[in-house]
C-alpha cells in the first residue's frame, strides 16, 4: 500500500475515536501512524512529517501510561525522531528528551534484542551532540561506550560502517580533550575499516575520507611520522577526484590538498610540493568568488603559501602577490571580524620582509602601522599579546635598519623582552630571542657597549637551541649569533669566537638554497668572518673565499636590494684588503669601483651613506700612494670630510672617521708640503685621541697617527719641537701596544725612523742606536715567514750602514750587507721590495769596495728575470707590468753598472753578457718563448709539442693588456690560471733541461754563442752607466774589445736626448733645426762615436762601407748615433765610414740570423702594401698613393691593402701569408705606455698596435718597411726595453725592418721606397737577399742628402737587424 494512502487512513481511524476514550486500538495506530510518519519523512525530509511523528507518538506514550508501559518500538521511534529533529534544528529540549527516550528504549531492550543496536546508536548521536554543546566529558565517554556496544552487535555491512566512522569521530574528539593518543590510533584504525566497507561510488565514502584526512593530520602534527603524512595527501588526492571540478565540495578538496602539501613542504622542503600547493589554493580561489564565505579564508592560505615560497626560494614577485592577496583578506574582514587579528600579523610580517628587499621606507612603515594594531586587538592577558609584542618588536627594528631612528631600536629592545617575560607564556620565543638579539647587536654598534653584545650572543644561543635543523628560522640565528660572535672578537679577541662565527654561517649557507631570501647575508656574512680570519692567520684562501663569496652574496641583491650597498662596501673592502696584502692594482681599481656603485644608490640620508664614503674615500687614499694620481687624493678627502660630518659627536664610530681623513690630509700635505693639510691632521688625530682613552683598544693606533702628523711636520719645517712631539706619541703608542702584533712592528719601525730623524738633527749617536735596537726588535715580531721581515731587515740596513759612515765600524758594515743580502734573498716578500733592497746593497758595496758587490749584481739580475715572468702571470696591463718588474724610470739599469764593473775588472766577455742579460727583459722572454724547436722535437716530440702550447699560452698571458676585457667577476681566475701556466712553462723547461746535450736550453747565451751575431760585422754595445761609460766591440772572431768613453756620462747623454726630443717634437725653423742637429751629432760624435770609429779604422782595420750594428742602453737609444759626425768642411761623417743598423739585443740579431738562406724562388718576394692615406682623425697623406704606384712598378708581387679594406684582422692576416710587408700611413708612438703605439688605418678602433704585431708569429717573413712617423721611436720611461713599432716587427718575425727615430715627410716616402726597392730587387726578383736591406736604406737617403733636405729628415731613418 501507498505510504501516504495508509498514513491518511490511519489518521482518519484516529479522528473516529472520542476524545479521552482510550482503547488498546488506538495506541496502537496512533504507533502505526508514527512510524509511518517516520518512514515517510527518511524518503522526503519534509519537516512536517517529522514535528507529526514525534506529536502523534508522543500522545501514543501518553496513552500507554494509562494502561500498561510502552514497548521497545514507540520508544525507538521516538528517540530516532527526536534524533533527526535535533539534527536539524539543535534544540536542547528535543536533544535532552532524545537522550532519555532511548535510554528508557534500551531499559526495555536487552543484549540481543532488535532494536538495541539502533538504539545504542541514537543515543551515541545523542550524547556526542550534547557533548559538543556543554564539554561535559562524561557524554563523550558515554557516546564512546554505546558506538563500541554497537559495533559489537553488527555485522560487516552498512551499519557498520555507519558505527565505525560515528565511533572514530567520538574517539577523534576525546583524544584531542585529553591528548591522548591512543584514542587517536584506534580513530584511525575504525576509519581504515569504514573506507573499506564504502568503497569507491560509495555515496558516503567522501564522508569517512574526510574524517580520515582529519585525523591523519592531527596525527602526524603529533607524530610527525611520514608515513602519515604520504596516507594523508594520498587521501586528500582521492577525496578532490571524488569532487571534481562543478562539484560543490570541489574548492573544500582543494584547500584540504593544499593544506596538506604546505605541511609537507614544511618538512620536506622540496618546492615542487609548495608550488603544487599554490596551483590548489589559487584554483580554489576561482571558485570562491567576490562575496562568497570562504573567499577571506582562501585569500590568507594563498597570501601564507606564496610568503613561505618567498622565505625559502626568493622572489619578491611571490611575496608582492601575496602581500596583495592579505590586503583583500583584510578588507574582507572589518573591525570586529574574529579573523581580522590572524590577517593583520600576517600582513604585518609580510610588509616587514619586503622591507628588506625593497627600498621604499612605504612597507616598514605600514607594518609598524598595521602590527601596533594588532597590539590593540590583543591587550595584556589575550593569548595573542605575546607573539603580537614580538612582531611588532622586529617590525620597528627593520624600520630601524632603513631609517636610523633610535626610538624604533629602543621600542624594539623593550617590546621584544617583554614578550619574553615568563609572565607572557610565550611559546615560540625563538622569534623573539632572534629578532632582540639582532636588535641588540644594531645597539652595539652604534654604541659599543659589551653588555649588549654579550646579552645578543646568549640569546641567539638560546633561540638556536630551539631550533630544529630544518627550522625556517634557523638561518637567520646562525646567521645573527656569528655576527655577535664575530663582533666579540674584534672586541676581545680569541680565535674561538671567530671558528665558531665560520661554523655557524657555513651551515646558514647549507640551509639557504639558491633564492633563499637569507642565502645572501648569509654569503656576505661568512665573507666578512673570513676576512676577519685572514687577518690573523694571514691564509690567502681566506681571502680569495671572501672576495667570491662577496661576489655570490652580491648576484643575488638587484639594483634596487636594500642590501646591495652594505655587500658592495664588503666586497670592495676585501679586495682593498688584498690589495694591501698582493700588491694587484686591479683589486684596488675593482674595491673603488664597487664604493663608487655603493655611494650611487645611497642618497643624503641613507644608512649606508656614511659606511660607503668612508671606505670610498680610504680607498682613493690607497690608490693615490700606490700611483700618485692626486685627483684621487682630493677626492678622498672631500669624501671624507662628508663621512666626518655624518659621525655626531657621540658616535662610537667617529673616531674612525677622524683617523681616514687624518690620514688623507697627512698625505696630501706630505705631498705638497702643506701645512695647513699637517695642522689640521695633526688636530683631527688628537680630538680622535680624545675618544680613544687611556684602555681604549685603538688608543695605540691613534698615537702612531699622530706621531706620523708630527713627523711629516717636522719634515717640511725641520723644528725640532715637532720631531720631540713625534717621538713622544710614539712612545707611549708603543708602551701600550700589545707585543708581537702587527701595529707594534709599526710603532717600533715608525718610532726608529723619527729617532734615526733626531740623530740626523742633534747628531747624537745615541738616538741612532736606539734606532738599531728598535728595528732589531722588528725581526723578532716578523719572524722568517713574515711579509714584512724583508722591509725590517732593509730598514735595519740602512741605520747600519749610516752607523759605519760615522763610526767606521767593520761590524756595522758587515752586518748591514748581511741583511741586504737576506731582504734580497728574503721569498716571501714582494719582488719590488726586493729589488730596492739589492739596489742598496749594490749602492752600498759599490761605495765601500765591498767583495759582495758581484753577489749584489747578480741576485739584483736574478730577480729583474724572475720579475717579468711573474708580472706577465698576475698583472693584466702590459705597462704595469714593467713597472711591477722594477724596470727604472731614470733610465739606471742594473746590468749596466754590472757590466760596468766587470770592465773594470777586465773581464768583458762578462761584461757583454751582464749587458745582454739585464736589458730588453720583456723582449728576450718573449723571443723565450718563440724559440724553434726543431732539435727538440727530435729528442722528445712530445715534449717539444707540450712546450709549444705552454710558450704560446704564456706569451699571449704577457702580451695581455687592457685592451682585453676581462670581468670582473672572472679577474681572480684568470690570474690563477696565468700562474698556472707559467709554473708549468718553468717545470716544463726544467725538463727539457733534464734531457741530454739541452742543459743550455733557454739559458742565459754565453759569449761564445752571442759572439755568432757579428758574422756580419762588427757589433758595438754602448754601456752608459755612472761608474763609467764604454764601447765594446763584438766581433766574429776573437775577444770583445773595450773602448772607454768618458765623456758619454749619464748626465750628458740625457742632455742629448732631451735635446733631440725637443727639436723633433716642437719643430724649429728649418735653419735652426739644423743648426740644433748638427751640434747633437757633433756631441754624439765626439762623446761616442769617434771613439769607436778610430778602433775600427785601426784595430780591426774594417773597411769603408762595410756593415756595423749599434746596441745602444739608456738614453743613447734615442740618439742617431748612425748619423753623427765632425760635420766639418774636409771631414767625413760616420755615414761616409760605414753603413750603420741596430739591434735590440745579441740574442735577437742570432735570432735573426738563425735559418736564414737567401730567397731562391723565380717568383720572388710576396709584397703586403697597406696604405692609409686618410685615417680617422689624421691629416691627409698625399704622397701615400705615389709611393704604392712606385711599389706596383718595382715589385711583381705586390698586394695592396688600402681604403675600407684597411683593417686590424685583414692586415694581420694578409701579413702571415707575406715575406715583405710596407706600410704607408700615420705611425703613432705613446710614449708612457709603449704597447699602444700603432699605425692609424681607416678608423681609430681598427688601428693596429704594437701589441697586435708582436702576438702574431710569422715563419717566412723577411723585411719590413715602415715608412711612418715614430716607427723606431723608444719609450722614454723604459728606454732599455727598446719597445717600438720596429723592434715588434722583429719580435713578429722579420729578419729586418726599417723604421723612423721621430715624425717623417710625407714626401720622403716615394723616394725612398723607390731607392730601397731598386737595390733590393737590382739582380731581379729570384735573387733577393735581405741583407741587404741596410744598404738599400743608405741609397735612398743618399739621395735624400743630396737633394740638401733638412738634417731632421733624412737621420730619421733606420734599420734593424740584419
Request: proline content about 5%; some cysteine.
Amino acid at each position: 500500500m501507498d505510504l501516504s494512502v495508509c498514513i491518511a487512513c490511519l489518521e482518519i481511524a484516529i479522528s473516529l475515536y472520542q476524545p479521552l476514550h482510550t482503547t488498546p486500538l488506538l495506541i496502537v495506530i496512533l504507533d502505526y501512524l508514527a512510524s509511518a510518519l517516520l518512514k515517510r519523512y527518511q524518503h522526503t525530509r519534509n519537516r512536517r512529517d517529522l514535528d507529526d511523528c514525534i506529536r502523534r507518538q508522543r500522545e501514543a506514550l501518553s496513552l500507554h501510561t494509562l494502561t500498561q508501559p510502552p514497548g521497545p518500538n514507540p520508544l525507538n521511534i521516538i528517540g530516532t525522531a527526536l534524533m533527526f529533529r535535533v539534527r536539524e534544528s539543535g534544540e536542547v529540549v528535543d536533544l535532552e528528551e532524545c537522550i532519555a527516550r532511548n535510554r528508557e528504549c534500551l531499559l526495555v531492550c536487552p543484549p540481543g534484542h532488535p532494536l538495541r543496536p539502533s538504539t545504542l546508536a541514537n543515543l551515541g548521536a545523542a550524547t556526542y551532540r550534547r557533548f559538543q554543546n556543554v564539554k561535559n566529558m562524561s557524554d563523550l565517554d558515554d557516546c564512546i561506550a554505546y558506538h563500541r556496544e554497537t559495533l559489537l552487535s553488527h555485522g560487516i555491512g552498512q551499519d557498520r560502517s555507519e558505527t565505525l566512522t560515528n565511533l572514530a569521530i567520538a574517539l577523534k574528539s576525546r583524544s584531542l580533550e585529553n591528548d591522548d593518543m591512543s584514542d587517536l590510533d584506534e580513530c584511525i584504525q575504525h576509519l581504515r575499516e569504514a573506507l573499506q566497507l564504502r568503497p569507491l561510488g560509495h555515496a558516503t565514502r567522501p564522508t569517512t575520507l574526510q574524517h580520515f584526512i582529519s585525523a591523519l593530520q592531527i596525527r602526524f602534527q603529533n607524530r610527525k611520522q611520514l608515513v602519515d603524512m604520504d596516507e594523508w595527501i594520498g587521501l586528500c588526492r582521492e577525496a578532490l577526484v571524488l569532487h571534481p571540478m562543478g562539484h560543490t565540495d570541489h574548492a573544500a578538496a582543494l584547500t584540504d590538498l593544499a593544506n596538506a602539501l604546505i605541511t609537507h613542504f614544511q618538512h620536506s622542503r622540496r618546492i615542487e610540493v609548495l608550488s603544487e600547493c599554490i596551483s590548489h589554493y589559487r584554483t580554489a580561489l576561482q571558485l570562491c568568488p567576490f562575496g562568497d564565505p570562504n573567499r577571506a579564508t582562501t585569500l590568507t592560505n594563498l597570501a601564507t603559501a606564496l610568503t613561505t615560497r618567498f622565505e625559502y626560494n626568493g622572489g619578491t614577485i611571490d611575496l608582492e602577490e601575496g602581500i596583495s592577496h592579505y590586503d583583500e583578506a583584510l578588507l574582507l574582514r572589518p573591525l570586529g571580524h574574529p579573523d581580522r587579528l590572524e590577517t593583520l600579523t600576517s600582513l604585518g610580517i609580510a610588509l616587514g620582509l619586503l622591507s628588506e628587499q625593497r627600498t621604499s621606507m612605504e612597507y616598514p612603515n605600514r607594518s609598524v602601522q598595521l602590527l601596533r594594531e594588532c597590539l590593540l586587538l590583543c591587550p595584556a592577558g589575550h593569548p595573542r599579546h605575546a607573539p603580537t609584542l614580538a612582531n611588532l618588536g622586529n617590525a620597528l627594528r627593520i624600520r630601524f635598519w632603513r631609517r636610523g631612528e633610535m626610538a624604533d631600536l629602543r621600542e624594539c629592545i623593550e617590546l621584544l623582552r617583554d614578550a619574553l617575560l615568563p609572565s607572557s607564556n610565550y611559546h615560540n620565543r625563538s622569534v623573539a630571542l632572534t629578532g632582540l638579539g639582532a636588535a641588540l647587536q644594531r645597539r652595539f654598534r652604534l654604541l659599543g657597549q659589551m653588555s649588549d653584545l654579550e646579552e645578543s650572543i646568549n640569546v641567539c644561543q638560546e633561540a638556536l637551541l630551539l631550533l630544529s635543523t630544518r627550522h625556517q628560522g634557523r638561518p637567520s640565528t646562525l646567521n645573527n649569533l656569528g655576527t655577535g660572535l664575530l663582533q666579540r672578537f674584534r672586541k676581545k679577541g680569541g680565535m674561538t669566537d671567530i671558528e665558531q662565527a665560520v661554523e655557524l654561517h657555513r651551515e646558514a649557507i647549507l640551509l639557504c638554497t639558491t633564492g633563499h631570501p637569507q642565502r645572501s647575508p648569509s654569503l656576505n656574512n661568512l665573507g666578512n668572518v673570513l676576512r676577519t680570519r685572514f687577518e690573523q692567520t694571514a691564509q690567502n684562501s681566506d681571502l680569495d673565499e671572501c672576495i667570491e663569496l662577496h661576489r655570490d652574496a652580491l648576484n643575488f641583491c638587484a639594483a634596487a636590494h636594500p642590501r646591495r650597498p652594505e655587500i658592495l662596501n664588503c666586497l670592495g673592502s676585501a679586495l682593498q684588503r688584498r690589495f694591501e696584502h698582493r700588491g694587484r692594482a686591479f683589486d684596488l681599481d675593482d674595491a673603488i669601483e664597487q664604493h663608487r656603485e655603493s655611494l650611487s644608490i645611497c642618497p643624503v640620508g641613507h644608512h649606508e651613506r656614511l659606511s660607503t664614503l668612508s671606505s670610498l674615500g680610504v680607498a682613493l687614499n690607497k690608490r693615490f700612494v700606490q700611483k700618485g694620481e692626486i685627483g684621487d687624493l682630493y677626492e678622498s678627502i672631500d669624501l671624507l670630510r662628508e663621512a666626518l660630518a655624518l659621525s655626531p659627536l657621540d658616535d662610537q664610530n667617529r673616531p674612525l672617521s677622524l683617523d681616514n681623513l687624518a690620514s688623507a690630509l697627512r698625505a696630501r700635505g706630505k705631498e705638497l708640503g702643506d701645512l695647513a693639510d699637517l695642522r689640521e691632521s695633526t688636530t683631527l688625530d688628537e680630538e680622535c685621541l680624545l675618544l680613544r682613552p687611556v684602555g681604549h683598544h685603538a688608543r695605540s693606533s691613534t698615537l702612531n697617527s699622530l706621531g706620523l702628523a708630527w713627523k711629516f711636520r717636522f719634515d717640511q719645517t725641520e723644528a725640532m719641537p715637532d720631531l720631540l712631539e713625534c717621538i713622544k706619541y710614539h712612545r707611549e703608542a708603543l708602551m701600550i701596544c700589545q707585543t708581537g702584533s702587527g701595529s707594534h712592528a709599526s710603532n717600533l719601525h715608525n718610532l726608529a725612523n723619527a729617532l734615526e730623524a733626531l740623530h740626523w738633527k742633534g747628531g747624537d749617536i745615541r738616538d741612532l742606536n736606539e734606532s738599531i735596537e728598535l728595528l732589531r726588535d722588528t725581526l723578532l715580531v716578523h719572524p722568517v715567514g713574515h711579509t714584512a721581515r724583508s722591509g725590517s731587515l732593509y730598514s735595519l740596513a740602512l741605520a747600519l750602514n749610516r752607523r759605519f759612515q760615522i763610526t767606521g765600524n767593520q761590524t756595522d758594515i758587515d752586518e748591514c750587507v748581511q741583511h741586504y743580502e737576506a731582504a734580497v734573498r728574503y721569498d716571501f716578500s714582494p719582488l719590488h721590495h726586493r729589488l730596492l733592497a739589492s739596489n742598496s746593497w749594490i749602492s752600498t758595496a759599490r761605495q765601500n769596495g765591498l767583495e759582495s758587490l758581484e753577489a749584489a749584481y747578480t741576485a739584483s739580475l736574478d730577480l729583474l728575470e724572475r720579475s717579468i715572468i711573474v708580472a706577465a702571470s698576475r698583472i693584466p696591463d702590459v705597462h704595469a707590468r714593467m713597472t711591477h718588474a722594477g724596470f727604472n724610470p731614470n733610465g739606471r739599469n742594473v746590468s749596466l753598472d754590472a757590466a760596468s764593473y766587470a770592465i773594470e775588472k777586465h773581464d768583458i766577455k762578462t761584461a757583454v753578457a751582464l749587458m745582454e742579460r739585464g736589458r730588453a727583459l720583456l723582449f728576450t722572454q718573449l723571443g723565450n718563448y718563440r724559440t724553434p724547436l726543431d732539435d727538440l722535437e727530435a729528442a722528445d716530440q712530445e715534449l717539444a709539442d707540450r712546450f709549444r702550447k705552454l710558450s704560446t699560452a704564456v706569451a699571449d698571458a704577457t702580451l695581455s693588456s687592457d685592451r682585453v676585457e676581462e670581468p670582473k667577476a672572472t679577474s681572480d681566475d684568470v690570474v690563477a690560471r696565468r700562474q698556472r701556466q707559467a709554473a708549468d712553462w718553468n717545470r716544463t723547461l726544467e725538463e727539457i733541461r733534464q734531457l741530454d746535450g739541452f742543459d743550455t736550453f733557454l739559458r742565459a747565451m754565453p759569449f761564445e754563442k752571442l759572439q755568432t751575431a757579428a758574422s756580419g760585422g762588427p757589433i758595438i754595445l754602448i754601456n752608459i752607466s755612472q761608474y763609467g761609460s764604454s764601447a765594446i766591440i763584438v766581433r766574429a772572431a776573437g775577444d770583445p774589445l773595450p773602448i772607454p768613453l768618458p765623456e758619454a756620462t749619464p748626465s750628458a747623454v740625457i742632455a742629448l736626448a732631451n735635446t733631440l726630443l725637443r727639436t723633433t717634437t716642437i719643430r724649429p725653423e728649418e735653419y735652426e733645426s739644423n743648426r740644433i742637429l748638427q751640434d747633437m751629432l757633433r756631441e754624439i760624435w765626439k762623446k761616442i762615436v769617434e771613439p769607436v770609429v778610430f778602433e775600427l779604422e785601426t784595430t780591426l782595420k774594417l773597411p769603408r762601407g762595410s756593415r756595423i750594428w749599434w746596441i745602444p742602453t739608456s738614453f743613447s737609444w734615442l740618439l742617431p748615433l748612425h748619423a753623427s759626425g765632425p760635420y766639418q768642411p774636409g771631414m767625413r761623417n760616420l755615414p761616409d765610414f760605414y753603413v750603420s743598423s741596430y739591434a735590440p739585443t745579441l740574442s735577437a740579431l742570432v735570432r735573426a740570423r738563425a735559418g736564414y738562406r737567401p730567397m731562391k724562388k723565380a717568383s720572388g718576394p710576396r709584397m703586403v702594401v697597406v696604405a692609409q692615406a686618410g685615417a680617422e682623425g689624421e691629416a691627409e697623406l698625399p704622397s701615400v698613393h705615389d709611393e704604392v704606384a712606385l711599389i706596383r712598378q718595382t715589385v711583381p708581387q705586390t698586394t695592396v691593402i688600402e681604403g675600407d679594406e684597411c683593417k686590424r684582422e685583414i692586415v694581420l692576416t694578409r701579413m702571415k701569408d707575406a715575406t715583405w710587408a710596407h706600410f704607408s700611413c700615420h705611425g703613432n708612438q705613446h710614449r708612457t705606455e709603449p704597447f699602444k703605439s700603432h699605425f692609424s688605418l681607416r678608423t681609430r678602433a681598427t688601428s693596429l698596435t704594437l701589441l697586435d704585431i708582436v702576438k702574431i708569429g710569422l715563419s717566412d717573413a723577411e723585411i719590413a718597411v715602415l715608412s711612418a712617423c715614430h716607427s723606431a721611436t723608444g719609450d722614454v720611461s723604459t728606454p732599455d726595453e727598446a719597445i717600438h713599432l720596429t723592434s715588434g716587427m722583429m719580435l713578429a718575425g722579420f729578419r729586418g725592418v726599417v723604421g723612423t727615430m721621430w715624425a717623417m715627410a710625407d714626401m720622403d716616402g716615394p723616394v725612398i721606397a723607390e731607392e730601397f726597392y731598386k737595390y733590393m730587387l737590382r739582380n731581379g726578383p729570384e735573387a733577393v737577399d735581405c741583407r741587404g736591406a741596410a744598404k738599400a736604406l743608405d741609397k735612398g737617403v743618399r739621395r735624400l742628402r743630396k737633394a740638401n733636405v733638412p738634417f731632421e729628415r733624412w737621420i730619421n731613418f733606420v734599420h734593424y737587424g740584419i
